[in-house]
């Protein structure tokens, strides 16, 4: 099934590609342009170097008296100052705005990723999808700013010279320019076999980081299973796998170029054999002769060039059609937050949920309503659907059939919205297991509400029963490692707590949010909470916990759907 998947993604056609690189590159084309005007302008002094070069010989060798040998000399100097100074700022520029040009592309597809539709069923792995953010990305920009503008430089150099050396010798000029559709119909077999060829080397990389990157933050775990030999079994057999893609990459690609640059030095062998049979009759001069190699050089060089270009622009249409499928997931529609400033409840109407049509019901057929100021336990069995209920209401999925809508505490009839992603304004959510990022607790209650204040921080985390922050060397400011590092599951699951509450939320929606407290805290949180919440605020509180179940006003029994 997956091979059938990958082999659909390949047949993408190659005009979809160019038009979504088009899209993208909006942001970009500033930067190419300007690449690819000094490009432009790079070839024409090259050109202006052979002719500099021709006349200094013609002068030193008597061909001609049109100006003196200290003015032709003048000026090589100048155009070899020239080309070193453009030289100098073509290099700056593609480094300098070659970053900032990376930079908008990752930002963009970062940005498209959050902002995406969650279905609940993740197909790609995390290590895939930073494999594309970052590999991926920088092929796509390179393409963009620097292959195609010197693509364009090289269209330019070519017929520069083929009109140079046309002037000089028509003859010798068609001869050489035969190289074109040989060189068309070699590149068309050598694109669509790299093409393929790449794009399995792409994939084994990201399933090689897939890797890494799980053996790194489950490494305790494999640790107790004394499975760190299966990981690097794993990896070991992967990397085999890649390096079995890149050597067949590499005869491929070898084995092309020598046909190419066979017929490279044919052209040169021809060149360099045809202006010595002119110079033996008399036909050119010493200075048409070095005019000559130069210029099949200012054409066949070019040629060369292509060769390189054709695996970086394989490469990055491989690397396109991989951003383009993390694209494919509908963006979460857009619009101004709709807030219920006095309180709000919930109400399902028919409700039945389920993740695709070949897989069972998580809820069929449910009806509920949350009303403004209650306080509701939800209780089941694993599997139940306590969590997709939560997500439901969050607007992170869409109900199969039925609505899911908020309702304003005043006037139940009168103001109704369906939830959607512009109604969570309105919710505190509180997740299961360890939601903490890398930083300082500061930053991390700041997700929260990026304008709370000293004193908002401190009672959040005191409601929260997290004021051990305070007894820490540097508070709020100490500092929080990958996967809370530093603290205990119970210290973290208070902190996520306190960054929950510093949302001036009405609907609180805590998921299993105590189940690594002792019962002392626990119960010393819910006394809190009720003390914190207004009248209005209404509370749903998916557990286990009988505590919990003591202080909620109302309890909801969700039952497994049966097949």
């Known amino acids: 099934m997956k091979n059938n998947s990958i082999k659909k993604e390949r047949l993408r056609s190659t005009r979809s590609i160019i038009r979504w690189f088009w899209a993208v590159s909006k942001q970009l084309r500033f930067l190419s342009v300007l690449n690819a005007a000094i490009g432009i302008f790079t070839v024409g002094l090259d050109f202006a170097f052979i002719w500099a070069t021709k006349l200094c010989i013609d002068i030193a060798t008597g061909r001609t008296t049109d100006y003196s ?36 592309m990752q930002q963009r597809i970062f940005h498209r990723l959050l902002t995406s539709e969650w279905n609940g069923k993740e197909l790609r792995h995390s290590g895939d999808v930073l494999n594309r953010l970052i590999r991926d990305v920088n092929d796509v920009t390179s393409l963009i700013t620097n292959t195609v503008p010197a693509s364009l430089s090289v269209l330019t150099r070519v017929a520069g010279a083929f009109f140079f050396l046309y002037t000089m010798d028509a003859q010798l000029a068609l001869l ?80 092309s170029a020598l046909l190419l640059n066979a017929g490279f030095a044919t052209g040169y062998l021809l060149t360099f054999l045809w202006g010595v ?68 409840g919930l109400r399902l109407s028919n409700v ?52 899911v809508e908020m309702y304003s505490a005043e006037d139940k009839e009168s103001r109704s919205e369906e939830v959607s992603p512009q109604t969570r304004c309105n919710l505190v959510y509180v997740p299961q297991g360890n939601t903490l990022f890398s930083g300082s ?83 010393r949180l819910l006394q809190n909470l009720t003390r914190w919440m207004r009248p209005q605020q209404t509370l749903l509180f998916v557990t286990h916990r009988h505590a919990v179940i003591e202080h909620c006003s109302q309890v909801l029994r969700i039952e497994k759907v049966k097949k």
């Open 277 to 344: 049979r002119g110079i033996h009759h008399g036909v050119i001069t010493y200075g048409m002769m070095i005019a000559f190699i130069q210029l099949v050089g200012q054409i066949q060089g070019p040629f060369r060039d292509m060769t390189k270009f054709i695996p970086v622009i394989i490469s990055a249409f491989t690397a396109g059609e991989r951003l383009m499928e993390l694209e494919e997931v509908p963006a979460e529609p857009e619009g101004e937050p709709i807030t219920f400033t006095e309180g709000a």
């Open 441 to 523: 607790i500061r930053d991390n209650l700041l997700l929260g509400n990026p304008e709370a204040t000293e004193a908002q921080m401190e009672e959040a985390l005191k409601v929260a029963c997290a004021d051990f922050v305070f007894t820490l060397p540097n508070g709020l400011d100490s500092l929080i490692g990958e996967d809370s590092t530093g603290l205990s599951q119970g210290q973290a699951q208070r902190i996520s707590i306190a960054r929950g509450l510093l949302r001036n939320g009405n609907i609180l929606l805590l998921d299993e949010a105590t189940s690594a407290l002792d019962a002392d805290t626990e119960a």
């Open 352 to 403: 039945s949920f389920r993740y695709d049509n070949r897989s069972r019901y998580i809820l069929r057929d449910f009806s509920y309503d949350f009303r403004p100021g209650s306080s509701t336990a939800i209780l089941g069995e694993t599997g139940a659907g306590k969590t997709t209920l939560i997500r439901l209401i969050l607007a992170l999925l869409r109900p199969t059939e039925g609505r």
């Open 69 to 104: 040998l200290h003015t032709a000399a003048t000026i090589l100097i100048v155009i070899i100052a020239s080309q070193i100074g453009v030289g100098f700022s073509r290099r700056w520029i593609s480094a300098l705005l070659g970053v900032r040009a990376q930079n908008r």
């Open 176 to 255: 050489v320019i035969i190289i074109v559709p040989s060189f068309a119909v070699v590149s068309r077999f050598y694109i669509r076999r790299m093409r393929i060829i790449t794009r399995d080397v792409r994939d084994t990389g990201s399933a090689i980081q897939s890797i890494l990157q799980e053996s790194i933050q489950h490494r305790i775990m494999l640790k107790t299973l004394e499975r760190v030999g299966t990981m690097m079994t794993r990896l070991e057999d992967t990397q085999d796998h890649l390096r079995c893609q890149i050597r067949q990459r590499a005869l491929f690609s070898s084995s």
